[in-house]
T-cell receptor, first 111, second 114 residues
C-alpha cells in the first residue's frame, strides 16, 4: 500500500535558522513526488515536482531533494513569511492521477 | 497554472441536509479531482471526474453520498448528501498541470455541519 510519512509534525525556527523537513514514502511505482505549501484557510500551493532519485529543485529559500525512499525540503535562512504547513504527496503509476498526501509539517518561523 | 475558483467558500449546514459545491476552472481540462481535508488531517482523494463519463470513486466514498457532475471541461460540482457532523471538512477541487503531473488546487470550501 502506498504511504507517505512526514516529520516532524511541527517545527519552530528562529528567523535565519536553516533546517530540513522529511518526507518518507512507500510506493509501488513512483511517477512523481510533489511538495506543496498550505496557508491557513487556503488550498495547497504547488512548489516542486521530483521524478527520480538524485533530482533537486530550488525556489528562493527552498530546495527539494529526492532519494529512492525519501525527500527533503531544505529551508535556508527562513523568514517569518515562510511559516505555513508543508505537504508532501506521491503519485503512483498504477493509480491514475491520485495524489497520496502525508500529514504535513507545520512550520513556524519567529522573527 | 490554471486559475480555480470554488463556491461557496464556507457554509454552516444542518444535519440531514445536502450542499453542492461548485468548481470552476479558467481553462479546459480533461480530469478534475475532488479531495477532502478533515480537521487536523491531510488531503484524501474522494473521486476523479472526467467530462462525459461517470466519476471514479476511491475506496470509502460512494456516489450516493458524494454525487459528482461534470457537464463540461471547465466545471464540476460535488454534492455532500445527508450530512452529519463527521462531514465537517474542507473540500477541495484540483486539476492537473498542462504538461506535467502536478495538480493545482482551488481555495477550498470549508463545511461545518451542526
Amino acid at each position: 500500500e502506498d504511504q507517505v510519512t512526514q516529520s516532524p509534525e511541527a517545527l519552530r525556527l528562529q528567523e535565519g535558522e536553516s533546517s530540513s523537513l522529511n518526507c518518507s514514502y512507500t510506493v509501488s511505482g513512483l511517477r512523481g513526488l510533489f511538495w506543496y505549501r498550505q496557508d491557513p484557510g487556503k488550498g495547497p500551493e504547488f512548489l516542486f515536482t521530483l521524478y527520480s532519485a538524485g533530482e533537486e529543485k530550488e525556489k528562493e529559500r527552498l530546495k527539494a531533494t529526492l532519494t529512492k525512499k525519501e525527500s527533503f525540503l531544505h529551508i535556508t535562512a527562513p523568514k517569518p513569511e515562510d511559516s505555513a504547513t508543508y505537504l508532501c504527496a506521491v503519485q503512483d503509476y498504477n493509480q491514475g492521477g491520485k495524489l497520496i498526501f502525508g500529514q504535513g509539517t507545520e512550520l513556524s518561523v519567529k522573527p | 497554472s490554471a486559475v480555480i475558483s470554488q463556491k461557496p467558500s464556507r457554509d454552516i449546514c444542518q444535519r440531514g441536509t445536502s450542499l453542492t459545491i461548485q468548481c470552476q476552472v479558467d481553462s479546459q481540462v480533461t480530469m478534475m479531482f475532488w479531495y477532502r481535508q478533515q480537521p487536523g488531517q491531510s488531503l484524501t482523494l474522494i473521486a476523479t471526474a472526467n467530462q462525459g463519463s461517470e466519476a471514479t470513486y476511491e475506496s470509502g466514498f460512494v456516489i450516493d453520498k458524494f454525487p459528482i457532475s461534470r457537464p463540461n471541461l471547465t466545471f464540476s460540482t460535488l454534492t455532500v448528501s445527508n450530512m452529519s457532523p463527521e462531514d465537517s471538512s474542507i473540500y477541495l477541487c484540483s486539476v492537473p498541470g498542462q504538461d506535467s503531473y502536478e495538480q493545482y488546487f482551488g481555495p477550498g470550501t470549508r463545511l461545518t455541519v451542526t
